[in-house]
């Protein structure tokens, strides 16, 4: 195995170790360290060099597990978090969340990127470096990420560039995360990558600018304005998201993208070739070299060129990982063709990724670092061993076809570990998508230098071919339309899964070959493990057959943040997805593809047999169509219906297309699933025809088995409950999902006594900013005996019961019995 590899696999698993396990783990790191250097140098004493270098290898990852140990302490517990904490409290990793909206808090920093216009405003990321707690400021360095209300903030975020200096008064507070089975920690994710906190801005007229950057960052805001504008005015006139994508492209500007164009070209294996990565520095690079030397330049000094484009053009794209790590290992591999020496991309390849990974040990959390350095290291291993058709014209098909198939094998596992999806359409779409790609990036380079120079004829011409390749390269997502069976979602295989596979492998592919005669079987059947365990992956056997159920009636409530969402399991094993919603602070957050989904599949779910809305605010219908899309419910559940609804009508349409039942609900209608009977206690039929949605409207729905009642309220208020308490005839033991969050608008003291639930369950925000749940509804309860459980406190939480007693666990751990 090269030296490069054996570097760049040490320096991984070190920096894996000191990032993914147990902090305490890391403190046996030093021992290691000196007791591995004590045998390498024993070895080596012996002139067994070859022996040497294992030790020495464990002593590399060793110290490369301390250092990330330290590195993720710095990101998890930045100053300003720190200081916050301390000052105010509710701001430590884990801690409990404080209360949000209080006062603001003056900022100073240095914006990170260029701010980007949103739908309610705009959005920025600050370094902050110092803070006014009172009247003096104090240093305190962290990350934040800023949203700006307003309709005057899209203007304003012009002058928002990156490397300014700003000063602003902000609502900060911690990220939302969602503790249910199944859903990565985002409050970690985002502090991996530099971002500790989030906040908001109540107008534009509260941010100022204190100071322009230096003269290199505002070139390069000014270059990134120039080509948005260009893009605008010969792309965007055709077609605005084609001028999105093409600043996509070229600049890693990702703001303007339509949420639903992104979707497409996920589920089609494309989205890659819009984000700024080794594609587009290769094209680059070779644009560069192919001019200089048809201009017979001097290949030393072409090298040299090129390395200094790469580096402004990084610079110009805002500096972010993937271009940074594209332009790092390009930079690598022409600095050693510039001395004449001859390196393999491969070990150009594995060699930056060690570099990159002592300089950021953070990146091994970043998942486009796996997918860059999987995606080359795939097609350089692939395609360097094929043989390929000697036939010219037939050459680079074949090796494109290659070079993805290759790509594919590598990062389906990826795929399915961290996004829940397994892809086929990208084996055929990239032989559209990457082409398509290349006349993007060139036709927009050849727009925006046109659009410079004033040369508007060719600037509108490449707009046209731009805006042409774009849609190339978008409508060959529609493959997946007409063939979805090409895209699949699975749940996230088990990291040790993943990792067996990855080893057999590289095992299967590197490992020198023996004169023992056993080795050339086990090489084999290391290739034979790799495959099986591909298909595993891939294939998801364990969601392939009707989960059998228990013979329990379980309700589970979903942490989706200020939203409802509660999954029954009936005792067959059937399912029923009440709610779906959960309201993000980021317009691009999608609650059901990001926190339901994967926590269904965390439970071996692979379809839902219901899905029913109580009513169609945002906290309750949000992520309903990721769920209608990827789950296939065969009915649907409705109670009123609104006029115009447009997430209604947009679901209506999803359910036509996947040919899912659609079901009216009103009060009286009764329905028998595995032995629990269903009861619609609300709505009535509506005596007109709704305009808007109400919370009044919202479906009750009681499940009875056994002595045991669940009764979910949505979010109706104390006129419905008063209306509701004389009809009702609930069963011994109630369990209470309580109305809107425990507000002071229901829970009223009638309600409360005349049901006398043993439980409830509140579904609400942490920090939220309504006060949910009022301390005086807790009380309500308190009083009648109930035993209260609150998502914000313990996260998801599941009642389960035989029909004479309930057992309710919670993500924290907790666990009652009564």
Not at 193 to 208: D, F, H, T, W, Y
Not at 209 to 216: L, R, S, Y
Request: net charge positive.
């Amino acid at each position: 195995m090269p030296l490069s590899l054996n570097l760049a696999i040490a320096v991984s698993a070190g920096v894996a170790a000191g990032v993914f396990l147990d902090p305490s783990l890391t403190t046996l790191s030093p021992w290691v360290v000196v007791a591995a250097m004590l045998i390498a140098v024993a070895a080596y004493s012996r002139n067994r060099a070859d022996l040497a270098r294992w030790p020495a290898l464990i002593a590399l990852a060793a110290i490369c597990s301390i250092l990330a140990a330290a590195a993720q302490d710095r990101a998890l517990h930045p100053p300003l978090r720190n200081l916050l904490e301390q000052r105010l409290g509710g701001f430590a990793i884990d801690g409990a969340d404080g209360p949000r909206g209080e006062a603001p808090i003056v900022i100073e920093g240095t914006l990170l990127a260029d701010a980007t216009p949103t739908d309610s405003g705009a959005a920025m990321r600050m370094q902050v470096e110092r803070v006014w707690l009172g009247e003096c400021p104090e240093p305190a360095a962290g990350g934040v990420s800023l949203g700006v209300s307003g309709s005057f903030a899209a203007a304003a975020a012009t002058e928002w560039r990156a490397g300014r200096l700003v000063k602003a008064s902000a609502l900060l507070r911690r990220p939302a995360r969602y503790l249910n089975d199944g859903v990565p920690d985002q409050e970690r994710l985002l502090a991996r990558r530099g971002i500790a906190l989030v906040g908001s801005i109540k107008s534009a007229a509260l941010v100022e600018v204190i100071e322009k950057g230096t003269w290199f960052d505002e070139t390069a805001a000014q270059a990134r304005a120039a080509v948005r504008s260009a893009m605008a005015r010969h792309v965007g006139v055709r077609a605005p998201q084609s001028a999105a994508v093409a600043t996509a492209i070229l600049i890693g500007d990702r703001g303007s993208l339509d949420p639903e164009v992104e979707r497409r070209l996920q589920e089609a294996g494309t989205y890659h070739v819009i984000a700024i990565s080794g594609g587009n520095i290769a094209i680059l690079a070779g644009l560069v070299l192919w001019s200089l030397r048809w201009l017979r330049v001097g290949a030393g000094s072409a090298a040299a060129t090129a390395i200094a484009v790469l580096v402004a053009y990084a610079f110009i794209a805002g500096g972010g990982p993937s271009v940074v790590r594209a332009t790092v290992m390009a930079a690598i591999y022409l600095s050693l063709r510039m001395i004449d020496q001859r390196t393999a991309p491969a070990h150009a390849m594995a060699l930056t990724a060690a570099v990159l990974l002592v300089v950021s040990p953070l990146s091994i959390a970043d998942v486009g670092f796996w997918l860059t350095f999987g995606a080359t290291a795939a097609i350089v291993v692939g395609v360097s061993r094929a043989t390929l058709p000697t036939t010219a014209w037939l050459r680079a098909p074949v090796a494109l076809v290659l070079a993805s198939a290759c790509a594919e094998a590598v990062l389906a596992p990826v795929g399915a570990l961290v996004f829940q999806r397994v892809t086929l359409a990208g084996l055929l779409l990239n032989l559209a998508a990457v082409p398509c790609m290349a006349l993007v990036q060139v036709g927009a380079m050849v727009t925006a230098a046109a659009d410079a120079v004033g040369a508007a004829p060719i600037a509108s011409a490449a707009g046209w071919l731009t805006h042409l390749s774009v849609r190339g390269l978008v409508e060959s997502a529609a493959l997946v339309d007409f063939a979805p069976w090409l895209t699949w979602r699975v749940p996230s295989p088990p990291l040790l899964v993943v990792t067996a596979y990855y080893a057999c492998v590289v095992f299967w592919l590197f490992a020198s070959w023996s004169s023992w005669p056993s080795w050339f079987l086990l090489k084999r059947w290391a290739g034979v493990a790799a495959a099986a365990l591909f298909l595993w992956i891939s294939i998801a056997p364990q969601t392939l057959a009707r989960i059998a159920g228990d013979g329990r009636l379980r309700l589970t409530a979903m942490d989706v943040g200020q939203g409802d969402a509660f999954l029954v399991t009936f005792p067959n094993g059937r399912t029923l997805m009440v709610d779906t919603g959960g309201v993000s602070i980021r317009g691009d957050f999608d609650i059901g593809d990001r926190v339901l989904g994967p926590a269904l599949r965390a439970r071996g779910l692979a379809r839902l047999d219901y899905l029913s809305f109580t009513h169609g605010d945002p906290d309750h219908i949000g992520g309903a169509g990721s769920l209608a899309r990827d789950f296939a419910p065969l009915e649907i559940w409705d109670g009123v219906f609104v006029a115009n609804h447009a997430p209604t009508m947009t679901l209506r349409s999803l359910a036509a297309r996947r040919r899912a039942a659609w079901r009216s609900l009103q009060r009286g209608d009764r329905l028998n699933i595995a032995g629990v009977e269903i009861r619609i206690h609300h709505p009535p039929p509506p005596d007109w025809e709704r305009q808007k949605v109400r919370n009044d409207d919202s479906l009750v729905i009681e499940l009875r088995y056994g002595q045991v009642s669940m009764l979910l309220t949505g979010d109706i208020g104390r006129e419905v409950e008063q209306a509701l308490v004389p009809t009702l005839d609930l069963l011994p033991i109630v369990v209470l999902k309580s109305p809107h969050h425990g507000s002071g608008t229901s829970s009223s003291r009638e309600f409360v006594e005349a049901i006398k639930p043993k439980v409830v369950v509140i579904s609400c925000g942490r920090g939220n900013p309504y006060g949910h749940p009022v301390p005086y509804v807790l009380d309500r309860y308190k009083t009648v005996g109930a035993q209260v459980f609150r998502t914000d406190l313990e996260g998801q939480i599941e009642v389960s019961t035989d029909g004479t007693r309930l057992v309710i666990e919670t993500f924290t751990g907790r666990k009652v019995a009564r």
